[in-house]
């Protein structure tokens, strides 16, 4: 297995990524992976894709704009049309990469990015699959249900 810096770019704007690539030759499957909120490739997103690339999958882990390594200003701008703007840019970049087969790319999202990764493939009928680990798929729903007190402190 190796890491390398994969960045890519969405609307001019530079995303920090890595690219674990597992042994051997030939097409890879893909997974492509980012955190939720402003979470970024280095909280503990690598030691999954270190465990995806050991069976054999390619891996894309990416900071969304103005998070983390990447670029774009103001810093930690939470922005939702963005931060899907930026999966879509990442799954068309891993499609791009000799290595990596196309067809089957999936997609992993944790927390806020788990919702962010079911539209992402409602979008896109080439996903080959998701992991939607904890979605916060509906904002509204998570307020009325803990209360406005504990989502403020979201």
Same mark, same amino acid.
């Given at each position: ?14 995303? !920090?990524?890595? @690219? ?15 955190? #939720? ?17 050991? *069976?054999?999958?390619?891996? @894309? ?15 930690? /701008? /939470? $922005?939702?049309?963005?931060? @899907? *703007? ?14 990596? $087969?196309? $067809?089957?790319? !999936? @997609?992993? #999202? ?11 493939? !409602? &979008? ?13 798929? $509906? &904002? ?15």
């Amino acid at each position: 297995m190796t890491r390398t810096d994969e960045p890519f770019t969405c609307a001019g704007v530079r995303c !920090a990524a890595w @690219l674990y690539r597992p042994q051997g030759d030939g097409r890879h499957p893909c997974v492509v992976m980012a955190h #939720g909120f402003s979470g970024v490739r280095e909280q503990r997103l690598d030691a999954y894709a270190g465990r995806f690339a050991e *069976a054999g999958f390619a891996v @894309l882990v990416f900071d969304y704009r103005h998070f983390g390594a990447s670029e774009g200003e103001p810093r930690q /701008l /939470l $922005d939702i049309r963005r931060q @899907l *703007a930026d999966w879509r840019a990442a799954v068309a970049h891993v499609r791009s990469l000799g290595g990596v $087969d196309p $067809d089957r790319v !999936a @997609l992993w #999202g944790s927390s806020f990015s788990g919702g962010h990764v079911v539209a992402v493939a !409602a &979008g896109d009928e080439r996903i080959a699959a998701v992991v939607s680990q904890a979605p916060f798929t $509906d &904002g509204l729903t998570v307020i009325r249900s803990i209360g406005p007190a504990q989502a403020g402190k979201l």
